[in-house]
């Protein structure tokens, strides 16, 4: 069976400057979210709560849970004031590291 017309109205939506806008958000977060707690754990040395963490939309939630999912982050149980922390695993920083020398993440400004 054809799939042609799905494909069709895929092609046509995903044409949208809507829906590049939502593929450039889904890009963009977990590249944030990624910098943002590699940066405070070598600031820190501390895992980064989650309160800490700017979640204002479900693409940050569910960057931040692919994170986890592609072992670049570990979440960890929250502290008193948290649900939960996060910190990156050695992958998660060695591919921060790369990030910062290309310039994409901002190292810490010391």
């Known amino acids: 069976m054809s799939e ?5 109205l895929l092609n046509l939506v995903n044409s949208t400057e809507n829906m590049r806008q939502i593929f450039s958000e889904l890009e963009r ?9 590699c940066r405070e754990k070598q600031r820190d040395n501390k895992p980064v709560p989650d309160h800490r963490l700017a979640l204002h ?12 999912g592609a072992g670049l982050l570990k979440q960890i149980q ?3 004031f948290s649900i939960y922390d996060y910190e990156p695993t050695e ?7 790369k990030l910062v020398d ?8 010391r």
């Open 29 to 37: 977060e977990p590249l944030r979210l990624l910098c943002t707690v």
């Open 102 to 109: 290309e310039g994409t993440c901002k190292a810490q400004e």
């Open 4 to 8: 042609a017309a799905r494909q069709e």
């Open 57 to 68: 939309n479900y693409f940050a939630e569910t960057a931040l849970r692919s994170l986890v």
């Open 78 to 80: 929250g502290g008193s």
């Open 91 to 97: 992958t998660g920083l060695a591919l921060y590291s």
